[in-house]
């Protein structure tokens, strides 16, 4: 039992003695170069997956921004002919003080005014 135990201790010297030496010079410069390439390759995918968020999010922001420009042009389209049907309203109401010929006269030019600015509410209207 004693010499099991001895040999066992000197097994265990023996590796121990082995731990603190040092590797040879070509083992080394094998473990740098590996590690280096690793290191490289890990920034590389980094650099890679960086640029990847930047632009799906740089996607996200642009279709954000085509939305906000179609929702301002969908308000100034709203905007312009809501105040074009106003402005005919108030027209037409104005007009019924005036006599039977300048009545229908009236209308006519109300009606007209409101055609235009229609047409030209519509060239507000988003695509699509």
């Not at 632009?55 to 939305?67: E, I, K, L, T």
């Amino acid at each position: 039992m004693k010499k099991s135990v001895i040999a066992a201790l000197l097994v265990l010297g023996a590796f121990t003695a082995a731990c603190n030496k040092p590797e040879p010079q070509s083992e080394v410069a094998k473990d740098v170069n590996e590690a280096q390439t690793e290191r490289a390759q890990d920034v590389a995918d980094a650099r890679q997956d960086a640029q990847q968020d930047v632009a799906s999010q740089q996607r996200d922001v642009n279709a954000a921004q085509s939305d906000v420009d179609k929702a301002a042009a969908k308000g100034s389209y709203d905007v312009a002919m809501a105040k074009a049907e106003g402005d005919h309203k108030v027209a037409i109401e104005s007009c019924e003080a005036l006599a039977k010929d300048a009545q229908k006269a009236c209308k006519d030019e109300a009606d007209a005014r409101l055609k235009m600015a229609k047409a030209q509410a519509e060239q507000l209207k988003p695509a699509g």
